[in-house]
């Protein structure tokens, strides 16, 4: 769905636990050819907040609520929130 009424989609890891985070957006890939692969979560929002310009949205998906990452058996804190809103200030964007 994202793919399809988005400008640009960046595949990103979401919690990949044991697989390989590289086949996991490989297969997704496959419905998305055109999308863009950054499996580092944080550099992939970055990238898509660095992208955008006046009167674009951008959606980060897939967490929700989750505050972390879970990469093999590992609970790794990570909020897109707080990482967005890093990002942003780092960007030079004030109040956010």
């Known amino acids: 769905m994202a ?7 960046i595949i990103t890891s979401d919690n990949p636990r ?6 996991i957006a ?6 998305a ?4 692969v950054v499996l580092d979560r944080r550099e ?3 990238r898509a907040l660095g992208l955008a310009g006046e009167g674009d949205a951008v959606l980060i998906l ?5 505050t972390y990452q879970i990469i093999g058996k590992r609970v790794i804190p990570f ?3 707080k ?5 942003l200030r780092e960007m030079g964007y004030e109040g956010v």
């Open 44 to 46: 992939a929002i970055k």
């Open 18 to 23: 044991g697989e390989s985070p590289e086949k």
């Open 83 to 87: 990482v967005a809103r890093e990002i």
């Open 26 to 31: 490989a297969e997704i890939k496959q419905g």
């Open 62 to 66: 897939g967490k929700g609520h989750e």
């Open 3 to 9: 793919y399809r009424l988005s400008e640009r989609v």
């Open 79 to 81: 909020d897109d929130r």
């Open 33 to 36: 050819p055109d999308a863009e």
